[in-house]
């Protein structure tokens, strides 16, 4: 069967068209903007990418088009599916019906960590032997690829909360029917769809209705959103992640590179890792936890995250000149943002951060997330905004208030020439987009040599 996939460089569509190709199928796919890492991924895969959405793509006509949520109605490509009548289906519908039929889902949703947390689960079940599938909205670095059938009936899910597509507005994970589900944390996003929390609320307890009473459901004592999402009715068993929970971590490393995990009272084992912040503490114990339903001891999974390796993009780094270190990091909301650099900071004491900010995400250009920006990079001694003329609001003014010494660019090079002007040996550069950011990290690695 030949399957076109538009929109295939979004790191959802791109995971599925490789899980296509594994089936057996020709996948081809289209989108606005082809970049890294998911371009390169698709290209080593075999799988053919065109820029744009021109109807010529889709003539011959394929045997199934998938349409990714970021596609609307007015898209020329959209038209030309419609008026032909061609097949269609959105994304997660395609992978309920091709891919999770039959098997033991394991599911990790929240608005923060969701990528990490699926990438840690993946990566315990296989050093457990168990061969799982996985599908997740980046690249891990224990497997060099975001999504692969499996061998067992075992699969590993980022349950996104997004929209399926423009015909199909319930979230993403409404179509997956998980057994174990993680629901890490909640807060307001994607304010481009949902005008409120209570809307996100409401999708969540989508969720868990799906989930079956010989399910487990995992999640943070802490999470009030959560808590209301079960108040609404649960089936199924649950067990409780951090202060006053089934699982708790005692921290032997302030920055949370090594902890004790702690299961009903009982130290199950260690866990000394290259990660750090209480964010990633808090994923570890909902992985530990998941996994244990499945049959992995906990010990057995402490060990395999000793040897877990972040996913590309999460706090990676990706340069280092002249003893400035430049870091790769997704952080797309205020919250994610001030994780990240609590982390940092708690590993690398008072050397000196430069925290440069592309607020890229749709809430983020919508404005949503104005009122914690300016507060979230208070870990940082200083923060450097990328402005660019189309943002429809006043970054200037929003981050007036920092905390720190604050710069607002309306371009890469000014934010380079910054940098360069500020940056002394040893000191960490965190550059936080959910995007390719015009390529930033090698034009700064570049200017900095």
């Not at 296989?126 to 061969?131: D, K, L």
């Not at 999708?203 to 487990?216: A, D, K, N, Y």
Request: net charge negative; charged share 20%.
């Amino acid at each position: 069967m030949h399957i076109h996939i538009l929109g295939i460089c979004g790191t959802f569509m791109g995971s599925l068209a490789v899980l296509a190709k594994e089936l057996g199928h020709r996948v081809t796919g289209s989108d606005a903007n082809v970049y890294p890492p998911m371009s390169t991924q698709l290209e080593a895969q075999g799988i053919q990418l065109t820029q744009g959405y021109e109807p010529s793509q889709l003539d011959p006509a394929p045997d199934l088009v998938v349409i990714g949520n970021a596609l609307s109605r007015g898209n020329p490509a959209v038209e030309y599916v419609l008026n032909k009548g061609l097949a269609y289906v959105s994304g997660p519908q395609w992978l309920a019906d091709h891919v999770l039929q039959g098997r033991w889902v394991l599911a990790a949703a929240g608005t923060h960590g969701k990528t990490t947390t699926s990438s840690m689960l993946a990566w315990v079940l296989e050093h457990a032997g168990m061969s799982p599938g996985f599908l997740i909205g980046g690249v891990p670095q224990n497997f060099g690829i975001s999504a692969r059938l499996g061998e067992t009936p075992f699969f590993v899910v980022e349950a996104d909360e997004y929209d399926s597509a423009f015909f199909d507005k319930r979230s993403k994970f409404v179509h997956y029917r998980p057994r174990t589900a993680i629901l890490n944390n909640l807060e307001y996003d994607h304010a481009d769809i949902f005008p409120d929390l209570d809307a996100i609320e409401r999708q969540f307890h989508h969720l868990v209705r799906t989930i079956p009473s010989e399910g487990l459901v995992i999640h943070p004592t802490t999470e009030q959103a959560i808590a209301r999402v079960l108040g609404m009715g649960c089936w199924s068993p649950v067990q409780t992640t951090g202060a006053g929970g089934d699982w708790q971590a005692r921290l032997l490393s302030e920055d949370g590179s090594r902890f004790e995990v702690v299961f009903q009272g009982e130290v199950q084992g260690i866990v000394e890792w290259d990660l750090t912040g209480q964010h990633n503490v808090a994923n570890a114990l909902a992985t530990l936890a998941a996994a244990r339903h499945v049959g992995v001891v906990p010990q057995l999974g402490a060990e395999a995250l000793s040897a877990f390796k972040n996913v590309k993009r999460r706090m990676e780094k990706v340069a280092e000149v002249d003893g400035v270190t430049i870091y790769d990091d997704f952080a797309h909301h205020p919250t994610a943002i001030a994780t990240t650099l609590d982390g940092l900071r708690k590993q690398v004491g008072d050397t000196p951060i430069i925290a440069v900010v592309e607020p890229r995400s749709n809430s983020m250009k919508l404005g949503a997330h104005r009122d914690g920006l300016a507060e979230s990079v208070a870990l940082a001694d200083q923060a450097i905004w990328y402005a660019p003329a189309n943002l429809g609001w006043d970054l200037a003014a929003t981050v007036a208030g920092s905390p720190v010494p604050t710069t607002v660019c309306d371009s890469l090079e000014a934010i380079i020439a910054k940098v360069k002007a500020d940056a002394r040996p040893g000191t960490r550069v965190v550059i936080m987009s959910n995007g390719g950011f015009g390529g930033l990290h090698g034009k700064l690695a570049a200017a900095l040599s």
